[in-house]
């Protein structure tokens, strides 16, 4: 477990992923406890609401690796790298989530802004024509 006691936010709040680690406070003095992949991915969800993309994107890759054909795991991830400008990262799991399950709209979106924010407008497209298409929107033209 990462001690990270005396972590705040700048508002003098407790870090997001604090609340999390509490849950163990009084465990009685049982032996330290080993996080489960759950409480890494709802620790992982903490983060990235804080705004905290990195660490929350390390948490989820290794929540990702140990359930690679979850897709909710690998889209947090993908969005977290997408925050935190990590583009090239966050098209590879945007690419795999789309081979994976096609029908998921929101990784054609996300991975058509991921790509026009890399400036590759023209890649960009038939993607963002897809989410479009989706969500029932009238295509662009």
Same mark, same amino acid.
């Given at each position: 477990?990462?001690?990270?006691? $005396?972590?705040?936010? &700048?508002?003098? @709040?407790?870090? =997001?992923d !604090? /609340?999390?680690? +509490?849950?163990? %406070? #009084?465990? $009685?003095?049982?032996? &330290?406890?080993? @996080?489960?992949? =759950?409480? !890494? /991915?709802?620790? +992982?969800?903490? %983060? #990235?609401?804080?705004?905290?993309?990195?660490?929350?994107?390390?948490?989820l890759?290794?929540?990702?690796?140990?359930?690679?054909?979850?897709?909710?795991?690998?889209?947090?991830?993908?969005?977290?790298?997408?925050?935190?400008?990590?583009?090239?990262?966050?098209?590879?799991?945007?690419?795999?989530?789309?081979?994976?399950?096609?029908?998921?709209?929101?990784a054609?979106?996300?991975?058509?802004?991921?790509?026009?924010?890399?400036?590759?407008?023209?890649?960009?497209?038939?993607?963002?024509?897809?989410?479009?298409?989706?969500?029932?929107?009238?295509?662009?033209?």
């Amino acid at each position: 477990m990462i001690d990270n006691t $005396n972590d705040y936010r &700048p508002t003098s @709040e407790v870090a =997001a992923d !604090r /609340w999390a680690q +509490a849950l163990h %406070l #009084f465990d $009685n003095g049982a032996a &330290p406890h080993e @996080e489960t992949t =759950a409480e !890494r /991915w709802e620790r +992982a969800q903490l %983060l #990235f609401q804080a705004k905290d993309y990195v660490p929350a994107a390390k948490l989820l890759t290794e929540v990702v690796d140990e359930n690679p054909n979850q897709t909710g795991p690998r889209l947090l991830l993908a969005r977290a790298y997408y925050h935190s400008a990590q583009l090239r990262r966050a098209e590879e799991q945007l690419r795999d989530i789309v081979e994976r399950s096609p029908v998921e709209h929101y990784a054609h979106l996300m991975l058509g802004r991921t790509l026009q924010r890399q400036g590759r407008h023209d890649e960009a497209a038939p993607w963002l024509r897809i989410a479009a298409a989706f969500a029932g929107e009238p295509a662009a033209g």
